[in-house]
C-alpha cells in the first residue's frame, strides 16, 4: 500500500507543485497553468468540464441494436 500511495499520490502531487511553483512568478507562462477537470454522469447525460468550458455528450440507444429476439430465430 505504500508504494502505491508513492507512486500514485505523493509523486504526482509533488510534480504538479513544483510545475506550478515555476509557472507561478512567470507572466509568459501562465497560460501554462493547471485546469480543474471534472467530469458528472446524470442518466444518459455525460457532462466534462475542463477550467470554464463544459461539453455534454447524450448517449442515445440504437433502437435496431436494442431488440433482442424480434426477427432472428435459430
Do not use: C, W
Not at 8 to 35: C, H, M, T, W
Amino acid at each position: 500500500m505504500a508504494a502505491f500511495i508513492e507512486k500514485y499520490v505523493r509523486q504526482p502531487v509533488a510534480e504538479i507543485s513544483a510545475f506550478e511553483r515555476i509557472v507561478d512568478g512567470d507572466p509568459k507562462r501562465r497560460n501554462l497553468v493547471l485546469l480543474n477537470l471534472a467530469t458528472k454522469l446524470e442518466g444518459n447525460q455525460l457532462s466534462i468540464s475542463l477550467g470554464d468550458f463544459v461539453r455534454r455528450i447524450e448517449r442515445h440507444e440504437d433502437p435496431s441494436l436494442s431488440s433482442e429476439g424480434d426477427g432472428e430465430d435459430d
